[in-house]
């Protein structure tokens, strides 16, 4: 079946930086966009970035610039580098693709 697992959350200081991967299975990868949202407490997901399958990356306005999604077919993983890190960025991070979500991985950015 289809899983999407995350990793690379955890707990840094602002200006910091963290790096997330989502490791996929069940499906061909490399066809597939591939996304990363985030939820925060009392808000709606919201999509972080996205990466078509030609490698095509597209960003929300709040991470242009921070912000770097890229993929590795081969590996059939997808990774978000995030620098410049900012309190607003605390969230739970899930990836997305073939219309499956990932469990989820818990970034905090301390002020």
């Known amino acids: 079946q289809v899983q999407l697992v995350e990793s690379g959350g955890g707990l840094v200081q602002s200006g910091g930086s963290l790096r997330l991967s989502c490791a996929a299975s069940?499906?061909?990868?490399?066809?597939?966009?591939m996304g990363w949202y985030r939820q925060a407490p009392g808000k709606e997901r919201e999509l972080v970035a996205a990466i078509s399958a030609g490698g095509s990356p597209n960003y929300a306005d709040s991470v242009k610039g921070r912000f770097t999604i890229s993929r590795d077919n081969a590996k059939n993983t997808v990774y978000l580098l995030m620098n410049s890190l900012k309190p607003e960025d605390t969230a739970v991070y899930y990836c997305?693709?073939?219309?499956?979500w990932g469990q989820g991985t818990q970034v905090t950015v301390s002020s």
């Open positions: 997305r693709g073939y219309a499956a």
């Open positions: 069940g499906f061909t990868f490399s066809r597939y966009t």
